[in-house]
């Protein structure tokens, strides 16, 4: 229908049927008959007396005339009442829900305050945007009868629990909470006030997870009163991408969108999508910072990695440039690399910044206890989304790592001796290697400290809690109280490698160690499959698992591949089988990581396991060369490779914890020498509080969740020194970085190359009577936004029952007035 | 005057003329038939003698005075009044024009009802005389027992066209002057004026002792007011016009009326006269029976 007729139908009609109750008032007042009269001063007096009631009572009449007929026209014309209200709206300034009906109203609000509402052009974020809306809302809202929910769509982190377990309802309740801010409150000033301090919270978007609480919310309103859900987001494609029709939770969406839908549909309403995002927007940020060392030796060298990237809108085809500083520590900013050339959408890999074993050095106090290093990377010129110009590595720089070795098959002969080989590689670094560089400095290339100990030893060891990592090579049986220090050790973080060997009672192992797929052990030993005759054919490796760490090492080209995969060292194995049915547990997998290419198939040769915090890996074949000829036959370096990384792998359980995503909970286990009476948390604001350690069995731990902001975060464990006062006994920091997802400020757009709003048309389009309503930063709040009741046929109809009704009343008091008394 | 009595000569004057004394004489016999005889004897006011009662004469003329001093029953007798003399004061303003529907007008139905009065007087060999007046008094007969005297009553009231203001307080100083000795004065009139005035005016009548009757004559639209849509009133003797809803102004009209002529019933009963509203759809003889009954009543007091 054209606009000029939905004018002249919608606005005209009801106008001219107001205008009828006018006319017929005023052709009735040149309607009237002459008489002469005598009593006039009696009439005058009367008139005089009553002349301000009858004025009003004419004036009532004439305006019940008019609501009446106004209310009729409505009823048949809705349309032209929109109009009329928008004309009251913007014209007369008057607020859109005044006019609508009398019905509370419940606004469950879902705004989005992820980390790419920050976003700023021409001076204004996303954010602020979608506050002063958000305002406008709660403004046009009626206080006493009307309430507001409000929900993040910010995601909330939530810590996993030991083992996996599942929330519980009071965990999942608590998690709830903090995405939703108010619920359902009649304190308009409250939601005014939430709104304002509502900051950009440094996360991603889970809209799906926070429209799921607006379904909560929703569906707990009376049936009486009108809702309306209105969602305010910059509808990037991060956020927004996997709830298109393609999108990974596509079906969850339209699921909660019908159920929306549904309930809002009974006031007439609909959802309503309100766009604060920018076109054209354009983002450089920098999306991963990782160092080649997971800990450094203090004296070693590391490189650090840096990814940037240039996000940009469809429409945005021109590349720019950037600069990139760093510093240490807070120290002074220095500028690495060569200026980077940026194409959008295009990521930079790999941008390598180089750092001296000088610029990590640890300093003489902290020779003993070590420290970590904050490295910041950073552009030299902010952009409009700042929170990712930056980023911030920790690293922990360490006088060693030690690796307590347990040489279950001790002998003079290095080629007997069952760890001589191996402790050679792992302790490379404890004879400094010299190495050809400029200065001519010797180079420390691993931290590792090696501690060798005969398997009678260990009953005399409390704990292992002193080591990040234990080797038991070819040790043929364990005391039960050994294997629950193990337990013990490994449920705390750290990591356990286990070599096979002849020597090895593998009844004894896997009645203790694997105990039925819950103990220890990754896997069921069997017998050995293969030949111990040193003159045998070997067999090579083959990578099971491309991306777990130790393989990757290998995995960058063909030429590293084939040092892996290229020996036939191995002669001699055992079988083993790996959890199944009832002694296989979906949270801790068995991981074959690198298998053995036999003729009967792909043997199970490296099997990694996790256990509590900690990790498991079983060797089935041995650390010495008596089941294979790792050290003497492959040439390649390999076994110092392999078991270097692996030690690097299982001895990082802390450095997991040292680079977070915001949200995610940091944790540090307490060796004995780390307690202190006091642990002090800074955040990157400066601000402290005291942590309390919290114990898991016999492992003391500290846990911290609130790593709502990025950038470093300070653990101070405080010592009592002389006279009560308290000195530092350790520090250690953590760095915490926002998702790189949030720095992808690229519109949601289809194929096609449509907005948002086509996207979200597209993706609801199977939903019966659904109106998507969407409206961008600017527009006022269209039809069917807050209206819920407004475009309600029902009421329409009620509300000209109660014109007709006036109609009456007007009728049958026009009858009292004018009924002569006798 | 003279020229009032050249107009009798007109056929159509004299038919009018004719006309309101056959009615009045109608009217008057018609009523007269329906009575006792003792009101022709009662309605002299000038005390004869006492006889003594005999069986059949009217208790009501029994001297209890006498009877409680001599213990005998004597009848007061009074003289038939040959020098009694009444005015009939007929208001003739533009307010008396008015008349609603089929009804008589005011001034039509005052015209009917002072000349059945006067014939009336007349008939008892009284002499009866009529002011005329509006804003003044402007016509007067001079009370006389002839027929002509009736007979150019009547064409006095016949030849005044109601055209001016109503001021009756200041008339009935100019009757209470003009009437010399003692006489009955019957106003007929819608008394529009002042409330002020036409208590003065009672009150100068009164102090040279005349007896006094009001009729107060409205229409009987004017009482009720019984309009029953949008109407422009016309204000008579120079009153403005006025547009309105006459339902919605009915009650506080009706209180302006009624608040009037309860106030003129306390001035006609603090001035010792008779107060007799009468509408003009009320039959004459109706009026003239409330009138005698009255005028009985006061004689026996």
Same mark, same amino acid.
């Given at each position: ?12 009609? #009801? ?5 009828? #109750? ?101 001076? %204004? ?44 309802? +009071? ?21 005014? %006030? ?219 002969? #290095? ?20 190495? %050809?560089?400029?200065?001519?400095? #010797? ?8 501690? =060798? ?236 509080? %005291? ?43 953590? +760095? ?68 007709? =009704? ?17 | ?68 001093? &001599? ?23 533009? &307010? ?174 603090? &001035? ?30």
């Amino acid at each position: 229908m054209p606009t000029w007729m939905i004018w002249t139908l919608g606005l005209g009609i #009801p106008l001219a049927a107001a205008a009828v #109750p006018v006319i017929i008032h005023l052709i009735n007042l040149t309607r009237y008959r002459r008489v002469e009269w005598a009593a006039m001063e009696f009439l005058l007096a009367a008139y005089r007396r009553t002349r301000r009631r009858l004025q009003m009572e004419s004036l009532i009449m004439l305006l019940l005339r008019v609501a009446a007929v106004i209310l009729l026209a409505a009823a048949l014309f809705p349309m032209g009442c929109d109009r009329i209200k928008d004309w009251a709206e913007e014209g007369l300034g008057m607020s859109r829900l005044s006019l609508s009906t009398d019905a509370p109203l419940h606004l469950v609000l879902v705004l989005d305050d992820s980390a790419s509402m920050a976003y700023a052009q021409e001076g %204004e974020t996303s954010f602020e945007r979608a506050r002063q809306y958000a305002q406008s809302l709660v403004e046009s809202l009626r206080e006493g009868r009307d309430r507001v929910s409000i929900v993040r769509a910010s995601d909330v982190y939530v810590p996993p629990r030991t083992g996996g377990a599942a929330l519980t309802d +009071a965990e999942a309740d608590k998690n709830r909470q903090r995405r939703v801010a108010q619920s359902a409150s009649l304190d308009l000033q409250s939601a005014r %006030e939430l709104i304002s301090a509502t900051q950009v919270a440094a996360v991603d978007t889970n809209m799906l997870a926070a429209l799921r609480e607006a379904r909560r919310l929703v569906e707990t309103t009376p049936d009486a009163d009108a809702t309306a859900l209105v969602v305010v987001s910059d509808f990037l494609d991060a956020g927004w991408r996997e709830s298109a029709k393609d999108g990974a939770v596509h079906k969850d969406f339209v699921e909660v969108m019908k159920a929306l839908n549904d309930r809002l549909r009974r006031n007439g309403g609909s959802p309503t999508f309100y766009d604060v995002g920018f076109e054209n927007s354009a983002n450089v940020a920098i999306t991963r910072v990782d160092c080649s060392e997971r800990i450094v030796g203090n004296g070693m060298e590391a490189q650090i990695l840096v990814d940037v990237e240039y996000f940009a809108s469809a429409r945005v085809t021109d590349g720019r440039t950037v600069r990139l500083k760093y510093r240490i520590d807070g120290g002074s900013e220095r500028p690495f690399g060569a200026t980077v050339e940026l194409v959008p959408n295009r990521r930079q890999d790999n941008i390598t910044l180089k750092l001296a074993p000088k610029d990590l050095a640890l300093k003489p106090e902290e020779e003993k206890t070590g420290a970590s290093r904050n490295v910041e990377i950073f552009t030299e010129e902010p952009d409009a989304l700042k929170a990712d110009n930056s980023r911030s590595i920790v690293i922990h720089v360490v006088p060693n790592i030690p690796i307590l070795v347990v040489n279950g098959v001790p002998h003079p002969d #290095p080629d007997l001796d069952e760890t001589f080989y191996l402790e050679t590689a792992l302790g490379i670094s404890s004879s400094r290697i010299e190495e %050809e560089s400029s200065e001519g400095a #010797p180079t420390r290339i691993t931290p590792n400290r090696i501690v =060798s100990v005969r398997p009678e030893q260990l009953g005399a060891m409390d704990n292992f809690l002193d080591y990040r990592m234990v080797v038991l090579a070819n040790v043929s049986t364990l005391t039960e109280a050994t294997v629950r220090k193990l337990e013990e050790f490994v449920e705390a973080g750290y990591g356990l490698v286990i070599f096979d060997g002849d020597q090895l009672d593998f009844q004894q192992y896997n009645r203790d160690l694997y105990k039925g797929g819950a103990g220890l052990l990754p896997v069921k030993l069997k017998d050995p499959a293969g030949n111990n005759d040193r003159n045998a054919e070997g067999y090579s490796l083959v990578p099971q698992a491309n991306d777990h760490p130790v393989v990757r090492l290998f995995s960058e080209s063909t030429e590293t591949l084939g040092i892996l995969t290229g020996p036939k060292v191995v002669r001699n194995w055992r079988a083993v089988q790996l959890p199944e049915g009832a002694e296989a547990d979906p949270l801790r997998p068995a991981t074959t990581v690198l298998g053995l290419n036999t003729p009967a198939g792909t043997a199970p040769l490296m099997v990694e396991r996790s256990f509590g915090r900690g990790r498991v890996v079983y060797f089935a074949t041995t650390a010495g060369e008596r089941w294979n000829g790792f050290w003497r036959e492959s040439q390649n370096g390999l076994p110092m490779f392999l078991f270097l990384e692996m030690a690097s792998y299982l001895t990082s359980s802390e450095v997991r914890y040292s680079n977070l995503a915001v949200g995610e909970a940091w944790r540090r286990v307490l060796r004995v020498s780390d307690i202190a009476p006091k642990y002090m948390m800074r955040d990157p604001a400066g601000t402290q509080a %005291e942590i309390v350690p919290t114990a898991e069995g016999a492992v003391k731990l500290i846990e911290f969740g609130g790593t709502a902001q990025p950038g470093v975060y300070t653990l101070t464990a405080m010592d009592r020194a002389e006279g009560g006062e308290t000195r530092r006994k350790w520090q250690e920091r953590f +760095a915490v970085n926002l998702n790189a997802r949030e720095c992808n400020v690229r519109r949601l757009t289809n194929a096609e190359g449509e907005d948002a709003e086509a996207v979200l048309r597209d993706a609801l389009e199977d939903l019966e009577g659904l109106t998507v309503n969407f409206q961008r930063a600017g527009a006022q709040l269209g039809e069917g936004a807050l209206a819920g009741a407004d475009n309600q046929g029902g009421t329409w109809w009620w509300l000209a029952i109660v014109g007709v =009704s006036f109609l009456l009343l007007e009728t049958a008091w026009s009858a009292v007035i004018s009924k002569p008394e006798v | 005057m003279a020229e009032s009595f050249h107009q009798l000569l007109d056929p159509a004057v004299l038919n009018e003329i004719r006309h309101l004394e056959v009615t009045a004489r109608n009217v008057v016999e018609g009523f007269i038939s329906g009575l006792h005889k003792s009101p022709y004897k009662g309605f002299s006011v000038e005390f004869a003698q006492h006889r003594e009662y005999v069986q059949g004469d009217d208790l009501r003329y029994l001297d209890w005075k006498a009877f409680a001093k &001599s213990d005998k029953y004597y009848i007061k007798e009074y003289e038939e009044e040959t020098n009694f003399r009444a005015v009939i004061v007929l208001d003739t303003s533009e &307010s008396m024009r008015y008349k609603s529907g089929e009804a008589l007008s005011k001034l039509e139905y005052g015209r009917f009802m002072a000349a059945s009065l006067a014939y009336l007087v007349q008939k008892q060999s009284d002499a009866a005389g009529m002011a005329l007046f509006d804003e003044k008094l402007y016509d007067w007969v001079a009370p006389a027992t002839s027929h002509a005297t009736l007979l150019r009553m009547l064409a006095t009231m016949y030849e005044r066209k109601p055209e001016k203001k109503t001021n009756v307080g200041e008339v009935l100083v100019d009757v209470a002057q003009r009437s010399g000795r003692r006489s009955l004065v019957m106003v007929i009139s819608d008394l529009f004026d002042n409330i002020e005035h036409l208590r003065k005016g009672l009150e100068h009548l009164a102090a040279r002792k005349h007896d006094i009757i009001v009729f107060h004559l409205m229409d009987h639209q004017e009482r009720e007011f019984k309009f029953d849509r949008l109407t422009q009133f016309l204000g008579m003797e120079g009153y403005p016009d006025l547009l309105v809803d006459p339902r919605a102004l009915r009650e506080a009209y009706l209180d302006e009326v009624k608040n009037f002529s309860a106030e003129v019933r306390r001035m006609c009963l603090r &001035s010792r006269a008779d107060f007799t509203p009468l509408d003009t759809n009320t039959p004459l003889g109706v009026a003239l029976q409330a009138y005698l009954a009255r005028r009985m009543g006061r004689r026996g007091k």
